[in-house]
């Protein structure tokens, strides 16, 4: 009678399938770093692990976990784990940023005019090693150093992994250093603080081998920045012939032109929209 009953049970176990594994993975898992996926029930099959730069396979045979390198989860984002033997389970998981280790730091304009009220941007995006953009709140520290010998720094928290700060240019003109650091490292570009337009124009005039000679004083802001070689100075020039206008570069800082004169004329001088002094003068000598 014992043998037929245990013939039975065992006959009967035999007829119920086995029950299907399941996969249970951590909540916590930071890209880069070895973790091991929990197999409740028959670790036997072939496992897959797909993700946002992953296709991996492998067979695993008796196991009640399943380790995975940190090499196969590199990139931040989702991933699906399955297990298929008669049948397959899965189990999705979000591998989420290592901590914060470099950064992209991008700095608008590189040249700008001087005393200008926030002309400098610059934006600072949190990175760990692999290039995932760190999404947990990191403070960032911007600094900047002025040739001049001016510096001031400042910490701002990143949404969203970006931090970003507006800068106003210095009153001289000189070059600016701006770095964003997190933790050992540091990212630094250049911006140029160039005088802004001119200021103040004041032209004088003198006579050379008949032709009369128009020049300016030497052409600076309103800070007393030097306005840099090669801006575009006019001189307009109104006499009985009609009117001219003479475009002349800065040389040294100072512009000028020569002009024919017929009979009396009257001389003004502009720098881009900033207008200076006007002479009047006679004819040529």
């Known amino acids: 009678m014992r043998t037929l009953l245990t013939w039975l049970l065992c006959s009967l176990a035999a ?15 930071a890209a880069g770093t070895d973790f091991s ?7 036997h099959g072939t496992f897959y692990l797909i993700g946002p730069a992953t296709a991996k396979k492998h067979t695993v045979e008796n196991a009640s976990e399943i380790s995975v390198p940190g090499t196969d989860i590199e990139s ?23 901590e914060p280790d470099r950064l992209s730091l991008l700095v608008h304009p590189s040249r700008v005019p001087v005393a200008t009220t926030n002309a400098i941007s610059a ?16 403070d ?15 910490a701002q928290p990143t949404n969203r992994g970006i931090a970003w700060i507006r800068l106003t240019s210095a009153a001289k003109a000189s070059s600016a250093k701006i770095s964003a650091s997190v933790g050992e490292t540091t990212e630094t570009r250049v911006v140029e603080q160039v005088a802004s337009e001119a200021c103040n124009l004041h032209i004088k005039s003198y006579w050379e ?20 070689d090669g801006t575009i100075v006019s001189f307009t020039k109104t006499d009985a ?6 475009d002349a570069p800065i040389k040294k800082g100072i512009a000028k032109a020569e002009m024919p004169v017929v009979g009396n004329a009257r001389i003004s001088v502009a720098s881009g929209v900033v207008l200076g002094n006007e002479l009047n003068v006679g004819g040529a000598r």
């Open 37 to 43: 996926i929990a197999v409740d029930g028959n670790g």
């Open 15 to 29: 007829a119920i399938p086995a029950a299907a594994a399941e996969l249970h993975t951590p909540k916590d898992i």
């Open 123 to 138: 934006v600072a995006i949190a990175l760990d090693r692999f290039r995932n953009i760190v999404f947990s709140r990191t």
């Open 241 to 246: 012939s009609g009117k001219t206008t003479v």
């Open 209 to 228: 081998a008949n032709r009369l000679v128009v020049q300016t004083d030497p052409v600076r802001d309103c800070s007393g920045n030097n306005v840099p």
């Open 140 to 154: 960032v520290n911007f600094s900047v150093n002025s040739s001049n010998g001016n510096a001031a720094s400042h």
């Open 76 to 98: 931040a984002g989702n991933y699906q784990a399955i297990l298929c033997s008669d049948e397959c389970v899965s189990t999705d998981f979000y591998v989420h940023s290592a």
